[in-house]
C-alpha cells in the first residue's frame, strides 16, 4: 500500500471526530475543517462539488459524498471505483488519478493522490489534451464532465480526478 494512502487512512481518524456529524452541510463541514486545521496545526483545503467534498493536503486529498440525492444522478465515489477499474482493465487506467476506497466508522471515504496542475488551462476540457484512442473510451464509458476543474497534470499528462460523473 502505498504511504500517501496510509497517511490519509491515519487523517480520516483524526479528523474523523471533527466532521462526523457534518456530512449533509458544505457550511458545517467547512467550518469543522477550520477548527480541526487550528487544533492540529494543518493546513487541509476544502472543495466540494454537487455531491462530494474533498479535502485536499499536500499529497493526498480524501473525498466524501454528502448529497446522497444528487450522486444518484451526478455519481459519487463508488461510480469512481466502479469506472476506474473499467479503466485499468481496459488498458487506460493512467488517464485517472486511483481511487481507493476506505471504511471508518461506518463511513466510505475515497483517497486518491493529489495531482498538480487543476485549472491550469481555464475553459480547456481535458478532452482537448487526450489522443483519440482516449477520447472514445471516455465517450464510450460516459464521461461528460471534464471541465478544467476536474482534470490536472500527472507527468506531462492529463490525469482525471473528478470521474464520477458518466453515464
Same mark, same amino acid.
Given at each position: 500500500?502505498?504511504?500517501? /494512502?496510509? %497517511? ?6 483524526? =479528523? ?8 449533509? &452541510? =458544505? +457550511?458545517? @463541514?467547512? !467550518? ?9 496545526? %494543518?493546513?487541509?483545503? !476544502?472543495?466540494?462539488?454537487? @455531491? %462530494?467534498?474533498? !479535502?485536499?493536503? &499536500? ?5 466524501? #459524498? ?8 451526478? $455519481?459519487? $465515489? ?8 473499467? +479503466?485499468?482493465? #481496459? *488498458?487506460? $487506467?493512467?488517464?485517472?488519478?486511483? /481511487? @481507493? ?12 493522490? %493529489?495531482?498538480? *496542475? /487543476? ?5 480547456? #476540457? ?8 482516449? @477520447? ?24 482525471? /480526478? ?6
Amino acid at each position: 500500500m502505498a504511504n500517501y /494512502i496510509v %497517511r490519509a487512512q491515519k487523517f480520516v481518524q483524526d =479528523i474523523f471526530p471533527f466532521i462526523s456529524g457534518e456530512f449533509e &452541510s =458544505i +457550511a458545517k @463541514t467547512r !467550518l469543522s475543517v477550520a477548527l480541526f486545521n487550528q487544533q492540529n496545526h %494543518r493546513h487541509v483545503k !476544502l472543495a466540494h462539488g454537487l @455531491t %462530494r467534498i474533498a !479535502l485536499m493536503t &499536500s499529497d493526498y486529498v480524501v473525498k466524501f #459524498d454528502y448529497d446522497e440525492d444528487k450522486v444518484s444522478c451526478f $455519481g459519487g $465515489g463508488e461510480a469512481e471505483v466502479e469506472l476506474y477499474e473499467q +479503466a485499468k482493465a #481496459d *488498458g487506460f $487506467g493512467y488517464l485517472f488519478a486511483e /481511487i @481507493t476506497r476506505y471504511e471508518y466508522m461506518g463511513r466510505c471515504f475515497y483517497i486518491m493522490p %493529489r495531482i498538480k *496542475g /487543476i485549472g491550469k488551462y481555464e475553459y480547456s #476540457d481535458a478532452w482537448e489534451f487526450m489522443s483519440g484512442a482516449e @477520447t472514445d473510451w471516455c465517450y464510450d464509458h460516459g464521461l461528460f464532465d471534464l471541465h478544467e476543474k476536474n482534470y490536472g497534470w500527472r507527468d506531462g499528462h492529463v490525469c482525471l /480526478i473528478d470521474y464520477g460523473a458518466h453515464d
